[in-house]
């Protein structure tokens, strides 16, 4: 798009089905590898990626060529297909029904990145249910209770 100057930092929190842990280590980063590609086949810009066995949160500079709600529908869809096409679980993989978004500032970046990073450190204290409430609490995002992750306690 000629004359279109945009800089949109976007944070995508999304959990497999029923929250189990089914994301492993032996392919884990494999994993975070093809959704990249997704999200930069699609144009947009991938500033860090990470997770543990439940979920995934995906930090990338969005291009405003397409919607947020289109490019979360490729990539769980993509890469349940590729779990599921690699065999790399008994049964069947996917992604819970919906996703978080949250958007920064340039300025944030660092901060967001840093914690993507520490995941697995993070949720040694915190569990995933805290920390998404967290997020939709301090981005003040309005929710409905029937329409959050389930959570499997």
């Not at 976007?10 to 842990?21: D, G, M």
């Not at 929710?143 to 306690?153: K, S």
Request: charged fraction near 25%; hydrophobic fraction near 30%.
């Amino acid at each position: 798009m000629a004359n279109t100057y945009t800089q949109i930092h976007i944070q995508t929190v999304f959990a497999v089905q029923n929250r189990k842990n089914m994301i492993n280590d032996k392919w884990k980063v494999d994993l975070y590898k093809y959704i990249s590609v997704i999200i930069q086949n699609n144009g947009h810009k991938v500033l860090q990626i990470n997770g543990v066995q439940d979920h995934i949160h995906c930090l990338f500079g969005m291009r405003p060529t397409q919607s947020l709600s289109d490019l979360m529908k490729q990539v769980k869809q993509d890469s349940s297909k590729w779990i599921n096409h690699n065999n790399l679980i008994k049964g069947t993989f996917c992604w819970q029904k919906g996703y978080g978004g949250f958007s920064y500032s340039k300025s944030q970046l660092p901060r967001v990145i840093k914690y993507i990073q520490n995941q697995e450190e993070h949720h040694k204290k915190k569990s995933f249910k805290e920390e998404y409430l967290t997020l939709l609490k301090t981005h003040e995002v309005d929710y409905d209770e029937r329409y959050i992750f389930e959570f499997i306690e």
